[in-house]
Structures are given as structure tokens and as C-alpha cells.
Nanobody, 126 residues
């Protein structure tokens, strides 16, 4: 079992920045992938960014060049640095974790994750 808790959401004007954090209870061991997802009312949850244990990352096209996913040194905190924010980035942001077999890599699909946080609201005004 793992518990994930997001923080860092808030309100910002278009062009601003926010840094989201996701604290994972316990020590992450073995192979894994972690990801950030977002959801707006009436829409499916969308994969934003993913990182695997080996440091491989992937991003959805709409955030490439603006968002950066990373982990702190002890690997127990997932970070999403969001720059040049746009109103269309407004959503509830969730972090997620999946322990994997070697070589499974990154993923932006919800089905590829087992543990989820409760979400943090990000609002970008124009």
C-alpha cells in the first residue's frame, strides 16, 4: 500500500508558475512509474507527465516545454514545476504511482497506475 498527498495548488494569473508536490508514504523501492494527471468537470482524467525509476520522462503535447516532472533526492516526493500557465491548465491535479516490472517505463494512461492522491486544485485566470 502507498498513500499519496498532493500540495502546492492554488490560483495564479496566466503566464505565472506553480510547483506541485506529491508526498509518498513509506519508501519507494524497486521499479516504478509515477505520474501527474488532471481533470476538469465533465472530462476524463488526462495524463500530464510521467517519470520512471530510471529518470525517463514523458509529457502530453500541450504541456511540453512548460511543465517539468522530477523527484527529490530520496525519491519520496514527486514534483511538477508548471511555468507559463494558461487558463486551459485549470484543473484538479492528481499524482499517481505504480510499482512495475523492470523495463515497463513511463505511461500517461490512468489504467497503468494503482495508487492515487486526493488531488489539488489549480486555477489559472486570464
Amino acid at each position: 500500500q502507498a498513500q499519496l498527498v498532493e500540495s502546492g495548488g492554488g490560483s495564479v494569473q496566466s503566464g505565472g508558475s506553480l510547483r506541485l508536490s506529491c508526498a509518498v508514504s513509506g519508501t519507494i523501492t524497486g521499479n516504478y512509474r509515477m505520474g501527474w494527471f488532471r481533470q476538469t468537470p465533465g472530462k476524463e482524467r488526462e495524463g500530464v507527465a510521467s517519470i520512471a525509476r530510471d529518470g525517463t520522462t514523458t509529457y502530453t503535447d500541450s504541456v511540453k516545454g512548460r511543465f517539468t516532472i522530477s523527484q527529490d533526492n530520496d525519491k519520496n516526493t514527486l514534483i511538477l514545476q508548471m511555468n507559463s500557465l494558461k487558463p486551459e491548465d485549470t484543473a484538479i491535479y492528481y499524482c499517481a504511482l505504480k510499482y512495475t516490472a523492470p523495463g515497463w517505463g513511463v505511461s500517461l494512461r490512468q489504467i497503468d497506475y494503482a495508487y492515487w492522491g486526493q488531488g489539488t486544485q489549480v486555477t489559472v485566470s486570464s
